[in-house]
């Protein structure tokens, strides 16, 4: 059994890209013009409507930014931002699985730039997250491959346990959000944590597990 866990609101207290902003932001790496329209592709996430296009997007605006710039502000992220905000019952569980030997990957539409961090402190080896393209060591505006958002996300899931003679039964999935569910639908157990009001009512309709995560490491 594999364990897979997406990372917003379920691993960590809000977002992992909000919180890398507001760390780009406070280091003037990132500009607020380049990122104004987010706030209104979350107001569409709440209302059930994303764009599932709004990854690609969003990328084009941080055309040029150096990769060495974007890795110092992760790890500064991780240790002001994302580790305080880490759930402590995710903490617990991730690192008992671990300890068990259990396998636990994360799956995200975060940027491997921003959760290898967090990828670390867990010991975990990989994950299946969105990635910027770079040219010469700075941002070209694109991805390098798709966003893992919605059924790309389970595609991508599915892709990676073929890749590791594993199927969808062999894997338990552990996500907070409605977007995920084709993923949770493929997966052998389901786990919705911190559950919003679509996944919440999916969830009880097929009786799956519903956890409650509360408390954070920072408190």
């Known amino acids: ?40 592709e979350l107001i569409k996430y709440k209302l059930g409507r994303p764009d599932m296009d709004f990854i690609e997007e969003a990328v084009k605006h941080i055309t040029g930014i150096e990769k060495e710039k974007l890795d110092y502000t992760a790890e500064r992220c991780f240790e002001r931002r994302l580790k305080p905000a880490i759930f402590s019952e995710a903490d617990s569980l991730i690192k008992n ?53 919605g059924g790309k996300k389970k595609e991508a899931v599915q892709a990676w346990l073929e890749k590791n003679k594993l199927e969808g ?27 919003d009001r679509f996944l919440k009512k999916e969830a009880k309709k097929h ?3 519903i956890l409650k995560f509360k408390s954070t490491l920072g408190k």
């Open 1 to 40: 059994m594999v364990h897979i866990f997406d990372v917003d609101n379920t691993v960590i207290k809000k977002t992992s890209t909000w919180y890398f902003l507001c760390e780009a932001l406070s280091l003037r790496i990132i500009r607020f013009r380049q990122v104004r329209r987010l706030p209104f």
């Open 97 to 149: 699985l671990i300890n068990n030997g259990e396998r636990v990957i994360f799956a995200t539409s975060s940027f491997h730039t921003i959760i290898n961090p967090l990828q670390r402190y867990f010991g975990i080896e990989e994950s299946v997250a969105s990635s910027l393209e770079f040219l010469d060591g700075k941002t070209t505006g694109r991805l390098d491959g798709p966003s893992f958002f």
């Open 169 to 195: 039964r062999d894997a338990c999935f552990y996500s907070d959000s409605y977007t995920d569910i084709p993923l949770f639908e493929f997966c052998g157990r389901q786990i919705a944590v911190n559950p």
């Open 207 to 209: 009786s799956w597990k």
